[in-house]
């Protein structure tokens, strides 16, 4: 197993246009979370999945976001009418539906707005 | 809610001092602590998970510690190097929360 993988790494878009980006967790985890990082803080929780079911939804996650886990393996985050603000690092993460089992994170997709 | 704060949020040493990152939180209650190191621009590589009934774990030259009464944990890493220059992270997992909440983390910089 190769981890897990985000796709792009980097990603440069125009205020307004839309973006998706995709995860693929280690193949076992059926636990799947987005966060979002800005220069400086810590990651903050966006949404998680366990299998295809989106269990929990950050109050930061507002109505131009929304996530999919159709098939119960990889995931896509699309943001629409993106803003300025909407720039960071979006990280995701798998684990397994365990107590006290670990997260595993992917190196992350730096969005940029301009 | 769960807080998680780390002190310092930057610390500069010479290579070869020992160190320790300091990570307190405020909900007791949680199934694990796990550390994180990131480097510039990249994502997080997991260095230490501690369950909440242990008193602590050790990777190499690194050594995890867990006092759940006191919502502390350090970090301990001896010998430091160059390499080990980065951002570290503490994130907590349970409680009445099923997902981590991480500090805001410790930025290590070890000159040669």
């Known amino acids: 197993d190769t981890g897990v993988s985000q796709d792009p790494r980097h990603k440069i878009t125009k205020r307004g246009q839309n973006v998706t980006f995709r995860c693929d967790p280690i193949s076992e985890h059926n636990r799947l979370y987005w966060y979002r990082q800005t220069l400086g803080q810590g990651p903050e929780f966006l949404t998680y999945?366990?299998?295809?079911?989106?269990?929990?939804k950050s109050r930061l996650l507002s109505d131009r976001f929304s996530a999919e886990r159709p098939k119960g393996s990889f995931s896509t985050l699309e943001i629409q009418r993106t803003e300025q603000g909407d720039s960071a690092m979006y990280l995701c993460?798998?684990?397994?539906?365990?107590?006290?089992?670990?997260?595993?994170f992917g190196s992350g997709t730096r969005l940029t707005v301009v | 809610k769960q807080e998680v704060t780390q002190i310092p949020a930057a610390l500069s040493v010479p290579e070869g001092e020992n160190l320790v990152l300091n990570c307190s939180f405020t909900?007791?209650?949680?199934?694990?602590l796990q550390w994180f190191r990131q480097d510039p621009g990249k994502g997080l590589t997991s260095l230490l998970l501690i369950q909440s009934s242990q008193r602590e774990q050790t990777s190499g030259r690194l050594n995890a510690s867990l006092d759940k009464s006191s919502g502390r944990s350090t970090l301990y890493i001896a010998a430091s190097q160059p390499g080990d220059s980065a951002t570290y992270l503490c994130a907590c997992h349970g409680g009445a929360t099923n997902k981590l909440i991480f500090g805001t983390g410790t930025l290590l910089a070890v000159q040669p």
């Open positions: 999945f366990q299998n295809e079911a989106q269990l929990e």
């Open positions: 909900d007791s209650a949680i199934y694990n």
């Open positions: 993460a798998s684990s397994l539906a365990t107590v006290g089992y670990g997260y595993t």
